[in-house]
């Protein structure tokens, strides 16, 4: 077995700091919509996922975070799984759904048949999607209107709950009014991608949260190599806090890994030297 990940702890629950990402297993490039083909065409079965689930596990990586209790996630949950067996090892799951949040009888009744879904898959945590909980901000007030009605729902379903929080004001206004709120979803990375305000800002947002964030695209979705975010989210984040990785193979998770360990231990990750047809330049460095 590979070297064990850091850990941190969410609500008393043991969690990897390194959580498993799932665009790149659902097909949600963030790319184009030929890049989500290609995803979706590699992973089509429960049996496909298997492969890059087996690298996380082989570091102990043993969370996973992404709107998991949908009918087409269905293959991915019983990967999961079948991943668990193999590893004699439980899996949490970090779910993310979308709910109904208008305030009328119908939409509560479909926000806790949302929760009850997120429950029956087995998930330790649920957190409202960023699309339906920026419905409920009130910047006047610096209140989530309701919010208590959609945590007491996810309590009374066995998890915990928590916020994905693509706008920061989400973190802010729940640390101020005590929200029973445990743990928070934050985009950053050093390119600022879709990320509501400058990096300096949310940067300072995650250190002041009075709960621990899992962090969600480091690197801005390709848009800068995984040396380069990784480290910079590594060193911007606290010892309680995560990064959440979304790998398309194997070799990305190991990759990967080596580099968010090479970060946290403040050292100079093993790479290979960039692939060039004329690979024996100086500026590559020595030839292995």
């Known amino acids: 077995m590979n070297t064990e990940f850091p850990r941190t702890t969410v609500e008393g629950i043991s969690l990897s700091r390194m959580i498993m990402?799932?665009?790149w297993l659902l097909g949600w490039s963030h790319t184009s919509e030929a890049a989500d083909k290609v995803i979706t065409g590699?992973?089509?079965?429960?049996?496909?996922?298997?492969?890059?689930?087996?690298?996380?596990?082989?570091?102990?990586?043993?969370?996973?975070?992404?709107?998991?209790?949908?009918?087409?996630?269905?293959?991915l949950v019983e990967a999961i799984r079948d991943a668990e067996q193999r590893w004699g090892r439980k899996i949490h799951i970090v779910d993310t759904p979308g709910m109904n949040v208008e305030p009328t009888a119908e939409g509560r009744a479909a926000a806790l048949a949302t929760v009850k879904a997120s429950a029956a898959i087995g998930s330790e945590f649920c957190l409202i999607h960023?699309?339906?909980?920026?419905?409920l901000v009130c910047k006047r007030t610096h209140t989530l209107?309701?919010?208590d009605d959609y945590t007491d729902m996810i309590?009374?379903?066995?998890?915990?709950?928590?916020?994905?929080?693509?706008?920061?004001?989400?973190?802010?206004?729940?640390?101020?009014?005590?929200?029973d709120i445990q743990t928070y979803i934050q985009i950053l990375n050093c390119m600022g991608f879709l990320m509501q305000v400058e990096v300096e800002s949310v940067a300072k947002v995650i250190q002041n949260?009075?709960?621990?964030?899992?962090?969600i695209k480091s690197?801005?979705?390709?848009?800068?190599?995984?040396?380069?975010?990784?480290?910079?989210?590594?060193?911007?984040?606290?010892?309680?806090d995560m990064l959440t990785l979304g790998a398309f193979t194997p070799d990305e998770v190991h990759e990967d890994v080596e580099?968010?360990?090479?970060?946290?231990?403040?050292r100079f990750p093993n790479l290979s030297k960039r692939s060039s047809p004329m690979a024996n330049q100086a500026a590559f460095g020595q030839q292995k």
């Open 209 to 215: 949260a009075k709960k621990p964030v899992m962090t």
């Open 21 to 23: 990402g799932t665009n």
């Open 155 to 179: 309590r009374q379903n066995g998890m915990v709950p928590g916020l994905s929080a693509h706008m920061p004001e989400l973190i802010v206004y729940s640390d101020e009014q005590g929200y």
């Open 42 to 75: 590699r992973y089509s079965c429960r049996e496909s996922f298997a492969p890059v689930l087996d690298a996380y596990m082989s570091y102990g990586i043993d969370t996973i975070m992404g709107p998991l209790s949908g009918a087409a996630q269905k293959p």
């Open 259 to 266: 580099i968010s360990l090479a970060a946290i231990e403040h």
């Open 145 to 147: 209107e309701r919010i």
């Open 219 to 240: 690197m801005a979705a390709g848009r800068c190599t995984p040396f380069v975010g990784l480290t910079f989210n590594w060193n911007v984040i606290r010892d309680c």
């Open 130 to 135: 960023h699309g339906s909980a920026e419905q």
